[in-house]
């Protein structure tokens, strides 16, 4: 099968290309150039912006691409100009889109209105009726202006006229993570003997994936016809509390302090631990035989190994 990935230099990207070439699979990937990653020998690379995909269409058109996966389309434009430009060269089309299309995301920062809940959510579940979640806080020339998962979601799988698959990612974590997802806690653990959370926020449930088993589910969903016309949720079948997140950090680091749960502690502003933010990833589990392939105890481990000899100052 001959793969065509937009991006995939950073983070989760490497992953993906790797576990295709390990399964025998032919990768091009489109990138800038502008992040440093080890690659398989046999991957091609081709250097440009996605602003310019006829640039890539031009140095593409020659090869056969069975499945074209787009791993950063945040606005809706973006699933447009991927379609226009590459549905008579590819047979299906792969998106990366979040949790955040949900309703209950829409609570959780306080733009959506109606009750908080603690549901488990489905790919059925309701999705935000409020679009573009971060206009209100960033600049029209700002890329989170235009960022809205729900409309890339509704171009690929309404509007494409190749078959599509999106996969709606949870809050990952793991080397390379340049958000740094455990250094809020990291940090206070090596300078001092305390972390005190908010009861609500001690108690707030979310959706996690370790950043290889989330690649793997983006794989098998690339590589399987029966992923065609599917949309899938990828996450642990699991959902520690914060309390309990906090403490498994605090388990594998090997801090000796102490977690404390207070009503007069801070909870960050525009966020609303009373709404849960849980997924179930029972479909693709089901469907495709997706299972994690690394660990969560390595996982965790691999990812304060190299959030400790990584984080910024």
């Not at 908010?198 to 996690?208: D, G, I, L, M, Y």
């Not at 102490?258 to 960050?268: G, N, S």
């Amino acid at each position: 099968m001959n793969v065509l990935i937009i991006g995939g230099t950073r983070f989760l990207g490497p992953y993906v290309t790797k576990q295709l070439v390990k399964l025998g699979h032919n990768v091009t990937i489109f990138h800038r150039g502008q992040t440093n990653c080890t690659l398989p020998d046999s991957v091609n690379e081709i250097i440009g912006d996605r602003n310019n995909l006829k640039d890539l269409r031009q140095q593409i058109q020659h090869l056969s691409i069975d499945v074209l996966v787009d791993m950063f389309p945040y606005s809706e434009q973006d699933a447009i100009d991927v379609i226009e430009s590459f549905s008579d060269v590819t047979k299906r089309f792969v998106a990366l889109s979040s949790v955040d299309v949900y309703q209950a995301y829409g609570r959780l920062i306080g733009i959506e209105k109606g009750e908080f809940t603690t549901d488990i959510m489905t790919e059925e579940s309701p999705v935000r009726t409020v679009i573009y979640p971060y206009r209100a806080i960033s600049k029209e020339d700002d890329w989170q202006y235009h960022y809205d998962k729900i409309l890339v979601e509704q171009q690929f799988m309404r509007n494409s006229s190749v078959p599509s698959t999106v996969l709606r990612l949870p809050m990952i974590y793991g080397p390379n993570d340049r958000q740094f997802r455990l250094s809020q806690y990291l940090k206070t653990m090596k300078t001092s003997n305390e972390i005190t959370l908010h009861s609500t926020e001690a108690k707030w449930r979310t959706s996690r994936g370790f950043v290889e088993n989330v690649a793997h589910a983006i794989t098998l969903a690339s590589v399987d016809p029966k992923a065609a016309n599917q949309i899938y949720n990828v996450a642990e079948d699991f959902a520690f509390t914060e309390l309990e997140w906090v403490k498994t950090i605090k388990e594998h680091y090997k801090w000796d302090g102490q977690i404390l749960v207070d009503e007069a502690a801070v909870v960050l502003d525009g966020f609303n631990p009373e709404q849960h933010l849980v997924i179930s990833s029972k479909k693709i589990r089901d469907e495709l035989g997706y299972k994690e392939i690394v660990p969560f105890e390595e996982g965790i481990q691999q990812t304060i190994t190299w959030e400790l000899a990584n984080a910024p100052e």
